[in-house]
T-cell receptor
């Protein structure tokens, strides 16, 4: 595996379900990110983990709960979501201090029914 | 509130012509500037980054930076239909070493 991998690629869940999105980076980076991308809207930063410590939580509702057990793995735990949470969820990683930008995973297309 | 502004388009350019994409940013302390390409239904892909004022060329792509005017642009020479995508401008936030702010993107369409 190379780059940033996200699973699952597609997810349909009911509003009462609990599910988790997984992200793994194989680049040796020290920061990981969750972004939300809704139709015709810009990328919205949700969470930033730098050196496994959460450094940003952009006023995200508590029904989204991130977890970063180590520098290579990032999870987004989902529970009691709303239909407006349907979007593309993107994970990214970077090496802080190098200024070389983010590498994105392929994303998870989430539909809440 | 740090901002990155782009014209949403669509920008329509004939095949073989030069496509010019523009971006302005509000954070005067920003040091790193990026252009990402995103095909419909796919994730963003980094195509260029630039740190210094002036031009940086990579194949058919040229990034231009003017920090005094807080302006970044991307030129695509000899445009191909495969260049049709949304182009996202992104700028690092000076106060946070780990954070990049994205613009809303410009949709580019190359017509044969």
């Amino acid at each position: 595996e190379t780059g940033v991998t996200q699973t699952p690629r597609h997810l349909v869940m009911g509003m009462t379900n609990k599910k988790s999105l997984k992200c793994e980076q194989h680049l040796g980076h020290n920061a990981m990110y969750w972004y939300k991308q809704s139709a015709k809207k810009p990328l919205e930063l949700m969470f930033v983990y730098s050196l496994e410590e959460r450094v940003e939580n952009n006023s995200v509702p508590s029904r989204f709960s991130p977890e970063c057990p180590n520098s290579s793995h990032l999870f987004l735990h989902l529970h009691t979501l709303q239909p407006e949470d349907s979007a593309l969820y993107l994970c990214a990683s970077s090496q802080v201090g190098t200024g070389t930008g983010y590498t994105f995973g392929s994303g998870t297309r989430l539909t809440v029914v | 509130q740090k901002e990155v502004e782009q014209n949403s388009g669509p920008l329509s350019v004939p095949e073989g012509a030069i496509a010019s994409l523009n971006c302005t940013y509000s954070d005067r302390g920003s040091q790193s500037f990026f252009w990402y390409r995103q095909y419909s239904g796919k994730s963003p892909e980094l195509i260029m980054f630039i740190y210094s004022n002036g031009d940086k060329e990579d194949g058919r792509f040229t990034a231009q930076l003017n920090k005094a005017s807080q302006y970044v642009s991307l030129l695509i020479r000899d445009s191909q239909p495969s260049d049709s995508a949304t182009y996202l401008c992104a700028v690092n936030e000076y106060s946070s070493a780990s954070k990049i702010i994205f613009g809303s993107g410009t949709r580019l369409s190359i017509r044969p």
